[in-house]
């Protein structure tokens, strides 16, 4: 996504190799980005979310917790919902 999403907005998350498949959830908390600095000056750090999936897959990598908290740049929003 390039836009924050609105809490409640439905989304898909593609997943990556190292954590987990992909699941479609709710937006249940934003992240707005906020400027970090480390020694090399500042950087702007990603906007996130926190999304709780419709079922949380095999592999969940988050025992304990039914949310994660992805970057805007790895979901999309689910049209038509």
């Known amino acids: 996504m390039k836009r924050m999403p609105k809490l409640g ?3 898909r998350f593609t997943g990556n190799w190292q954590t987990m498949q992909g699941v479609t959830g709710t937006v249940v908390r934003l992240f707005p980005g906020y400027v ?3 020694a090399d ?11 709780r999936p419709d079922t949380l897959p ?3 990598p988050y025992p304990g917790n039914d949310c994660f908290a992805p970057s ?10």
């Open 58 to 60: 095999e592999n969940w």
């Open 72 to 81: 805007i740049s790895e979901i999309s929003p689910i049209k038509g919902r």
């Open 36 to 38: 970090h600095r480390d």
């Open 9 to 11: 907005e439905r989304v």
């Open 41 to 51: 000056g500042a950087h702007v750090i990603d906007d996130a979310v926190s999304v």
